[in-house]
Structures are given as structure tokens and as C-alpha cells.
């Protein structure tokens, strides 16, 4: 017999400025997943946009904005485009592997130099490994690691240069943050590549979607998330599908929701 479903309880940050949006104030409502129902949870709520950070769902909900909308590709019907096409054979030799949700010294060395480079003044720019670990060690739901290496030499492993954090739910693939090489002597496109290799198994998989987390309507940080069509957004009438905007050259820059801890508590800061 299983456990009576419990419906959760809801709370709202304190308004803090926004951090896509100049002018903007922002203000999150979010839940804490926790017990034999927090997949279920998770994914029910990932159907009407909230995003997963550590064992917290949450989602914006904004007094006077709504440009945050909730993404996602469709797999089955996705076709790169010539520049993606490029792309994906360009890091064709590269080594993926889907991990435990362990952290290492390695993928945090890769994480330091990526928000050095990219979020230099952001709000994980003080993540230590303690923090890292929970942002990747603490979750309720079915998480991966996946690696992308430069190919093995002598049976050793070869170097780190990408890793995301992903979710896989009963409908696809939730990308919640990605990190990698960066840097003039890096790879080009490492990060769209990351997207694209997420595309490419999730169809593989039989799974619809690839969710991207929100596309901001004004935010040039946001606007590579349209090159990856078809592309559906979720609006008051549910999910629809979207035409594409103007086209960028930008890397995807990762959105992590920040978290705290007090105590023993997990804490969403506003």
C-alpha cells in the first residue's frame, strides 16, 4: 500500500534585484523535496516550470515580470543546424560518462576556473568544495555527473574538460548546470556542445525532452537557448512551441539557483 500523497508547502523569498534584468526586482516561490515522493514531486513540478537546486523546487514568480519562461527541446524532432553539425564533430573524440553523483577534486578544479573566467563577481564565485558537494551530493531525485574527457591515454583517464549536473525524469533530461574549459587555449563551443550531446541522447533514449531551465526575454546571456529548435515554452495555455530569435554566437551561460545552509536547513537566498 503506498504512502497517502502529501501536498507540499510553499514559500516565497523576500524581493531581491534581478539578476538578468536591469531595473528588475525578482522574488522566487519554492518547496523542499523531501521523502518517498520527491520524484514524483520534481517532475510534476518541472511540468509547470519549477527548476530543481540541491533537494529545493523552485520557480519564479515575480510581481510585475514574467520574461522568465520555462524551455525545453524536443529530441525526437531536433536537427542541428550546419554550425552545430561542426560542432558535434569537432568534440566527436571526446569521452562521455555518466557518473554517480560523487564530486571530485578534478570537477572542482574545472569549476573554479570556469566562474573565474565567466562569474568572476556571481554568486557562486565563493563556492568552496563543501558547497560543491552539496550542490551536487544532495538530491532526492535520480542525478548525474556527466563527464566529457579528452580521449584516454595508456588506459588512463584523459583531462576533464566539461561536466553537467543532470536530472533524468520519466520525460527526459533536465540540464541543471553545466561548466567547462575556458580560456584562449580551450576548446571552442564546449558548451553548446554539452546541450547538443544531451539532445542527442536523450532521443537516443526514447525521451522527449531536454529542459534548459528559463529563457529570458531581453537577456542576451539567455538568448542561445532558441538556437536549439524545435524549442517549446511554457505559457498560461501549457507548453507551445516557439519560433526563433535573433541568433548568437554566445557560450550557454550556467544558472545555478543559490543556496545556503543554516544549521541544518537549506535555505534559498533571495
Same mark, same amino acid.
Given at each position: ?17 534581478? +539578476?538578468?534584468?536591469? $531595473?528588475?526586482?525578482? &522574488?522566487? /516561490?519554492?518547496?523542499? @523535496?523531501?521523502?518517498? %515522493?520527491?520524484?514524483? #514531486? ?108 579528452? +580521449?584516454?591515454?595508456? $588506459?588512463?583517464?584523459? &583531462?576533464? /574538460?566539461?561536466?553537467? @549536473?543532470?536530472?533524468? %525524469?520519466?520525460?527526459? #533530461? ?97
Amino acid at each position: 500500500m503506498s504512502a497517502p500523497f502529501r501536498f507540499p508547502k510553499f514559500f516565497v523569498t523576500n524581493p531581491s534585484p534581478c +539578476p538578468y534584468l536591469p $531595473g528588475k526586482i525578482e &522574488r522566487k /516561490v519554492f518547496t523542499e @523535496l523531501n521523502g518517498r %515522493q520527491s520524484s514524483e #514531486l520534481n517532475e510534476a513540478l518541472g511540468r509547470i516550470g519549477f527548476r530543481r537546486s540541491q533537494s529545493v523546487a523552485y520557480r519564479p514568480s515575480c510581481i510585475d515580470c514574467s520574461a522568465c519562461v520555462s524551455v525545453r527541446v524536443l529530441a525526437a524532432e531536433f536537427e542541428p543546424s550546419a554550425t552545430q553539425r561542426k560542432l558535434i564533430r569537432r568534440h566527436s573524440e571526446l569521452e562521455v560518462t555518466a557518473c554517480k553523483p560523487w564530486t571530485t577534486e578534478e570537477q572542482y578544479a574545472l569549476l573554479r576556473r570556469y566562474l573565474a573566467d565567466r562569474h568572476p563577481g556571481g554568486g557562486m564565485a565563493e563556492m568552496d568544495e563543501s558547497d560543491f558537494a552539496d550542490m551536487v551530493e544532495q538530491t532526492p531525485v535520480r542525478t548525474f555527473v556527466i563527464e566529457y574527457r579528452e +580521449p584516454s591515454v595508456g $588506459g588512463r583517464p584523459g &583531462r576533464l /574538460v566539461g561536466a553537467c @549536473l543532470s536530472d533524468q %525524469q520519466g520525460d527526459g #533530461l533536465s540540464m541543471i548546470y553545466s561548466f567547462f574549459d575556458v580560456g584562449a587555449a580551450a576548446r571552442k563551443g564546449l558548451g553548446t556542445f554539452i546541450i547538443l550531446d544531451h539532445i542527442i541522447r536523450a532521443a537516443r533514449a526514447g525521451l522527449p525532452y531536454v529542459y534548459l531551465g528559463y529563457w529570458v526575454d531581453g537577456s542576451p546571456r539567455m538568448a542561445y537557448k532558441t538556437s536549439f529548435q524545435p524549442l517549446e515554452r511554457l505559457g498560461r495555455d501549457g507548453w507551445r512551441r516557439m519560433g526563433r530569435q535573433a541568433e548568437t554566437n554566445a557560450e550557454p551561460a550556467s544558472v545555478v539557483l543559490p543556496a545556503r545552509r543554516v544549521g541544518k536547513r537549506l535555505l534559498i537566498d533571495a
